[in-house]
């Protein structure tokens, strides 16, 4: 057998081998400090890592004369662009939550935990975190010895610049978080001269406090310890989901590359034990283990493998996006032939749906109708039976509305108490006492259905109609 | 969790069950030891600034002077401050003007509600619905005017019905054709013998010669669908004028009496209920 091309970096294989002594699989009890590597998925990770931009810059946008995203709380509305949302919408809320907790379970069943890997603001935090810590303190072997060193000189200097920057980061984000609920540049005004409200205080100081514990100090342990998703997207998981997955098959036997060993031993598998997978990993796991509660499918590990099998000139995929099934060998199903997949998709689309529908038909106007009970009518003077209503008009729109109210039900009903036209503030909920009349003798009748309608006098397009009660004294025989 | 934290080779209590559960004396973790430290700290702060502990001459009073009814006091001026810009403007102003003022009407109607339900509720019903012998107020039939000022001076003044009894001086086939004239009257009807009665009795007098009422006597209106005393039935009237209302020395006379409040309630209480029961249905 001719001599095999031997991999032109096995100097540098060694170099690895003399790391493996240093990574070990996560117990909890050290820091993990992960190794960086470029590739294919780091890549993909800055990128989705960019989404959390908007974030930062979302409050700053405008939309007309106030700001383009604003939850104001005290204000009792939501802006989106163009669209109001009152307390009376929130039901959409339900429905939002709905749609972002199918999403989650559609994409974990189709592609495992693609939130925690590429989007979870842990993950991405974290990242942020420990790439200041490596440019501040060096690679991971060297921030290891750093922290077993004495409190001193560069150390102190070091670490001091850490954490300021830590906190920096940690601030921002929680001055960030509150601008999305007042107006972000007053917002800005009131923090730099100190005279934020309380309620903005309190929570910068929230999130500052917990993304730099968070970040900076529990890193992968939040995921491990904290976080119910980890918990629950496993049971979203089945062996036709495809997962960050070591191919056991092609591997094992694994053992150590040594100058001839491939060609001598013969049986061995292509992975060649450097560890590399564990010293990427965030988690600190070891993949080959197989799928985990500790893996947040980043995909780091497949990078790093993949950098080995060029070095070794095997190809790419020993650890690779797969689904159990195949590497186990067993056929694959198609995505649209998984029950669980097609369930959680409707269930989202049913609820998009709604968000659909409501956004769509946000009324301008809404009517409640309250009838009085004590008393339920009156005997007039005249013989007539009076009723009495409180009418509640919400109005959703931006302008004052000018209201007027008519009633219909009985040909003889008529409206007493709205001499002329009134006017209900835009986003505000107008109360007004109306009362019907009908002549006892024409009310044939205990009760009667009767429909109340308020109409906008400069856009009659926009009324709403609310149907009660007309309530009389019980018939005589 | 870390091993060492928690070495499994201290010593135990020698509490063994199920053949090797053993119950150790390790250190509880330093945390917890740290809150209990804390929560000692606490309760001696506490006993410190606040009210704490029973003696023979009431309790503990604390640095901080803290009391439930300094407390109290300090919320209700808190209640009153956010109500005091209205009240003030409603000292100077009449019952008219407050009820001219879509704001000061609206405030008047929400507050003097807690008023009209403690005293006015009691015998003219919650939302003035009226009770047996009590009159309605929702409705727009006012025996002594329907303006806010007269509800005004009524609640203010009180009220006091009178009407004679006129049992010793009509015989009962009179006092029957009487009531069925006043019954007819509600229903705009006429019948001759009882209009006689009626002019020959002295009812004008107070009733009016139409038989629509005198508010300034507070005679009631006796032409339309609304009675004074329920129901509305020849029995009923026939009562009313036997026995009179409020007639001295006459036994089982129709009472109506209302007290008044002038000494009980403030002027402007007296102005926001007048407001109130004006909205409630039937004010003039």
Known sequence: MSEPSEPADLKHLEELYRETEYWHVNTGGKTIHAKRMPGRYRSYKWFTMLVWLSFFLGPYLRWGDRQAILFDIPGRQFHIFSVTILPQDVWM??????????????????????????????????????????????????????????????????????????????????????????????LWEDYVTLQAPTPAWLSVLVFTGFTYLFAGHMREQVCFWLCPYARIQGVMVDRETILPTYDFARGEPRGKLKKGSRTEGGGQGDCIDCRQCIAVCPTGIDIRVGQQEGCITCGLCLDACDAIMDKIQRPHGLIRYASLDEVEGIPTVGVWRRPR???????????????????????????????????????????????????????????????????????????????????VPRGRVGAYTVFLRIPGARLATERLPVTLRVQDRDHVQIFAEYQSMFFGPESRP | MSERKNPATGHDTGHVWDDNLRELTNQPPRWWMICLYLSALFLVVYFILYPTFPLISGSSKGVLGWTQMKRLNESVADIQAVRAPFENRLVGMSAEAILANPELANYAVRSAKVVFGDRCAPCHGTGGAGNPGYPVLADDDWLYGGSVA???????????????????????????????????????????????????????????????????????????????????????????????????????????????????????????????????????
């Open chain 1, 93 to 186: 809320l339900a429905l939002v939550l709905l749609f972002s907790a199918l999403l989650l379970a559609f994409v974990t069943s189709l592609a495992g935990r693609v939130y925690c890997g590429y989007f979870c603001f842990q993950t991405v935090w974290t990242d942020i975190f420990t790439l200041i810590e490596q440019t501040l303190e060096g690679s991971p072997v060297q921030r290891a010895k750093l922290d077993q060193s004495p409190w001193r000189g560069r150390k102190l200097a070091v670490k001091v610049v850490k954490h300021l920057l830590w906190l920096a980061i940690s601030v921002i984000t929680g001055i960030s978080f509150t601008a999305w609920f007042g107006d972000a540049y007053l």
């Open chain 1, 341 to 423: 997949v097609l369930v959680y998709f409707f269930i989202m689309l049913a609820s998009l749906a709604g968000i659909v529908y409501g956004l769509t038909t946000l009324g301008a106007l809404e009517l409640k109708v309250l009838h009085e009970r004590q008393p339920l009518f009156v005997i007039q003077s005249d013989g007539s039976i009076q009723n009495k209503y409180e009418l509640k008009i919400l109005n959703k729109s931006n302008d004052d509305m000018h209201m007027r109210v008519s009633a219909s039900g009985h040909p003889a009903l008529l409206l007493v108490g709205v001499d002329q036209d009134f006017t």
């Open chain 2, 150 to 284: 007269s509800i005004e001076q009524s609640i203010a003044d009180g009220r006091a019905g009178m009407m004679p009894a006129f049992a010793a001086m009509l015989n009962e086939q009179q006092l029957d054709a009487l009531s069925q004239y006043t019954l007819a009257l509600s229903k705009g009807e006429g019948r001759a013998d009882g209009q006689a009665l009626f002019a020959s009795q002295g009812c004008g007098g107070c009733h009016g010669a139409d038989g629509k009422g005198m508010p300034m006597l507070g005679a009631a209106n006796l032409t339309d669908a609304v009675w004074r005393f329920a129901p509305g039935t020849v029995e009923s009237i026939k009562y009313t004028i036997s026995n009179g209302v409020n007639a001295p020395g006459h036994e089982g006379t129709r009472s109506a009496t209302m007290p008044d409040f002038k000494n009980q309630l403030s002027a402007t209480e007296i102005k926001k209920l007048a407001v109130y029961v004006h909205k409630l249905g039937g004010g003039q």
